[in-house]
């Protein structure tokens, strides 16, 4: 005779009672989004808790049915102090749901996202070839089709190399980076149907530019670096993009340093960007021309 606990996850991910002890309860779980980044579980409680067996009637009962209704109070009073627990443990993990500010659209606010760790490698530093020889450089790319880095050999990985840019004499270092800035900053999140959730430069200064660009629904994190590094060209500036979460970027990268570097372009720059042609790997995979 006594109750059973059973639950399952609908479509929507959300808890929901089968039993006869939640339709007697006056706790309703309410899944809620709080614009926090990650679902919290609500408690409603409606009214008191007036189903309960009142001790004048106990002498009525069975000894069956005395132990289901002791068995109810206790579930209400365990499921209370363990919603109590989760609101209190899900909301101080939560993070904030929108990275950026200049992002296209509130659409999808509600939805979990994926940014994934920010890489503790990033910069210019120590590096190791494919044989164990080393060198200064950005973060080499892995396998994945989803990054492009200059400083990774051409030889060694073909399809993850791409040209470094250089800039006009005219200018300095410290007058290079600032059009680098200048036309990140000038960006347009949604251009190509990526970076909808928008972009933020972390980190500026002569010789060195880190950016953030996010996607709208999944909110994806991807990194971009520009650099400057001594014995690489006076006036050569280092580049990289990459995803941070998943395999494939669909294009993802390579749009954003082709936009990025068409900017500069006209302003005197050598920015190759990406050709697909010399990427054909990347291409195919991620259905991209």
């Not at 069975?62 to 206790?74: A, F, P, R």
């Given at each position: 005779c006594r109750p059973r606990r059973r639950w399952y996850h609908n479509e929507e991910h959300t808890l929901k009672p089968t039993t006869n002890i939640m339709k007697n309860s006056s706790a309703l779980l309410l899944p809620t989004f709080l614009g926090l980044g990650s679902p919290v579980i609500s408690f409603a409680f409606m009214g008191s808790f007036s189903s309960m067996p009142r001790q004048s009637h106990h002498h009525h009962l069975?000894?069956?049915?005395?132990?289901?209704?002791?068995?109810?109070?206790?579930s209400r009073r365990d499921m209370l102090s363990w919603g109590v627990a989760s609101l209190v443990?899900?909301?101080?993990a939560a993070q904030p749901t929108n990275a950026f500010a200049n992002k296209i659209s509130d659409t999808y606010d509600d939805r979990p996202k994926r940014r994934g760790p920010q890489p503790k490698d990033l910069g210019v530093g120590k590096r190791k070839d494919m044989v164990g020889e080393e060198y200064i450089g950005l973060k080499p790319c892995g396998p994945a089709p989803n990054c492009f880095c200059s400083t990774d050999d051409k030889e060694d990985d073909p399809e993850h190399n791409i040209p470094a840019w250089t800039w006009p004499k005219n200018l300095d270092k410290t007058q290079a980076f600032?059009?680098?800035?200048?036309?990140?900053?000038?960006?347009?999140?949604?251009?190509?149907n990526i970076d909808g959730g928008g972009f933020e430069v972390k980190k500026s200064e002569p010789g060195y530019l880190y950016a953030q660009f996010e996607?709208?629904?999944?909110?994806?994190?991807?990194?971009?670096?520009?650099?400057?590094?001594?014995?690489?060209?006076?006036?050569?500036?280092?580049?990289?993009?990459?995803?941070?979460?998943?395999?494939l970027d669909f294009g993802v990268n390579a749009k954003r340093l082709n936009y990025i570097a068409e900017s500069l372009r006209a302003s005197g720059w050598k920015a190759p960007g990406v050709d697909f042609s010399a990427h054909r790997d990347y291409a195919i995979q991620n259905g991209v021309q």
């Open positions: 069975t000894h069956c049915s005395k132990e289901h209704s002791d068995h109810n109070v206790s443990s899900l909301t101080s600032e059009e680098i800035e200048k036309a990140v900053n000038d960006y347009k999140p949604g251009q190509g996607s709208l629904k999944q909110g994806y994190i991807d990194d971009v670096e520009f650099a400057f590094i001594d014995g690489k060209g006076h006036n050569v500036v280092q580049v990289r993009s990459s995803s941070r979460v998943g395999y």
